[in-house]
């Protein structure tokens, strides 16, 4: 089996069939990182370009990781460190690097769109880690497999989506993913953090964060973007914690097998009470785990075979 | 056209693995330090029985692990289908061990090569044999099976399948024509 793409820029083209291969070989990549010896011989010779255009440690340290214990060859460029600041376009840059034969591009941009410029312009695989405030695929892709694993399935679940909602690629690839694989998802935000006609992504909207957590499965709280403090969608981060932030009040109303997650970096005090983020229940550091088994699993399934 | 032959029955297969677990415990002197490796998915059923056997002749349950092979194979940039990944379960340290890896059919030797290649990454097994229930010839690596339950000359132009209960109903060997 294989995926039948050359790229995986979104959750919004996959297919219930796709997302499942994808989470099905995830699950196996999981025993590789538990052995001694943590490499596998699979993607020797491949190289892989992870191009962060982007601030980012999780998803870049994950991406690197991933194409490592395949035995890939992975080359990390940062913005800082890149052409791009000394003005060169970002076709330019893809058509140079792709000069140099990789097999597979990692991006991650401050710009919607993006990876999909990229994946038109050069022959590798394109992965998207995250398009301004479009999509995060392989973030949904873990967080599917962090349900699926806990609650032994997704499908008619309720999940309660917290937090910026407009801003958040996280959110918009999470309800693409969910919805699709039959749960059902509330979000909830400020007035100033929700998009507009959201309701038409087949989603129930809130404005209070206690009416989407009622009886939810899954609460998963998206980080305050501080960045945009200075935009004024927000007067006070106390204000914003007082009637956004997950407590350990608030969460009495959702299951009482909730799973509470967070695609991270926590701001602790603000979305999340310290003592939920640390909770049993909260299952934060499982997706960390999960995340590289996916990439693991992503970049099996997209590389080679001519 | 429907060309099928059986080659082996229930009860063949079943005296055959008897004989196999016999024939480890005879050539280890008993079954200290020796543990099962099943390559998925025919090896995993066949090691199964044969850790039954040889607790039903020593009392003894020998350890038994599952190998998927895919991420070792020399095939997989050639290949432009993505073999499905199974999950890899060895839940005990290789180290020292004498492993019994077991498979149903030996062909080219290129599974097993991989194997190999894969238990390796898993410690420093003392010695690493070969079970396999066919052996049907046509080797590509300088391999050979330790315990054999048949040897089957077969055709290039022949497939070799091993049906059991566990995975298809029925336990039998068939030779089915040109494939």
Redesign the interface.
Known sequence: MKLAKKDLLGIQDLSVEEINLILDTAESFIEVSTREIKKVPTLRGKTIINLFLEASTRTRTSFEIAGKRLSADTINISSSTSSIVKGETLIDTAKNLEAMNPDVVVIRHSAAGAPHILAKAVKQAVINAGDGSHEHPTQALLDLMTIRSKKGKIDGLKVAICGDIAHSRVARSNIYALTKMGASVAVAGPATMMPRYIERMGVQAYSKLEEAIIDADIVMMLRIQLERQNEHIFPSLREYATYFGLNRKNISLAKKDVLVMHPGPVNRGVELAPDIADAPFSVILDQVTNGVAVRMALLYLLTGGN | MENKKVVMDADGIDRSLTRIAYEIIEKNKGVTELVLVGIRTGGVFLAERLQKKILKIEGVEIPMGIL?IT??RDD??????????????IPFSLDNKKVILVDDVLFTGRTIRAAM??LI???RPKMIQLSVLIDRGHRELPIRADFVGKNLPSSLWEAVAVHLTEKTGTDEVVIEGTV
Not at chain 2, 76 to 89: C, M, V
């Open positions: 998927d991420l070792y997989l940039q050639k290949n432009p289908k993505k073999p499905l990944l199974g999950k890899t379960d290649d894969a990454d898993f410690g």
